[in-house]
């Protein structure tokens, strides 16, 4: 499936942002969703997911309590809304999804949430945030 990954922008500490990811080419509520981000010099980290099967949603510690992924089916895009924004979440963000019913999320040594790259195949083009101080 081919994605689109939008909504990105300059915006200030403590801002909000609003990034969609839509699918032109097919039905997003038929995969799983995961949210990524790559920040300058670094290597690509899951942000968040959302499951295929049952709509339960998965955060990394970080984004916690500030993002929140949702679906809306009829417009075919699964969003990922952005509050409290600080420096560090300054990346290029990515969609990407799986057509597994649930999002292959692990559990890391100090205990956060996480998904490997290697789990999604179908990527969109990401879509920049830049959050300054």
């Known amino acids: 499936v081919q994605l689109q990954a939008f909504g990105g922008g300059l915006v200030q500490a403590g801002g909000s942002l609003r990034l969609s990811c839509a699918a032109p080419?097919?039905?997003?509520?038929?995969?799983?969703i995961a949210w990524f981000r790559q920040a300058p010099g670094k290597e690509r980290e899951w942000v968040s997911c959302?499951?295929?099967?049952?709509?339960?949603?998965y955060y990394k510690e970080s984004a916690k309590g500030r993002f929140t992924i949702s679906r809306d089916n009829a417009k075919n895009t699964v969003a990922l809304q952005m509050a409290y924004l600080k420096p560090e979440d300054t990346a290029v963000y990515y969609c990407?999804?799986?057509?597994?019913?649930?999002?292959?999320?692990?559990?890391?040594?100090?205990?956060?949430?996480?998904?490997?790259?290697?789990?999604?195949?179908?990527w969109g083009r990401g879509t920049e945030v830049t959050v300054s101080s």
């Open positions: 990407a999804a799986d057509k597994r019913d649930l999002c292959r999320v692990v559990i890391t040594p100090d205990m956060d949430l996480d998904i490997r790259t290697e789990e999604y195949d179908s």
């Open positions: 959302i499951n295929r099967a049952d709509g339960r949603t």
């Open positions: 080419g097919g039905p997003l509520e038929s995969y799983n």
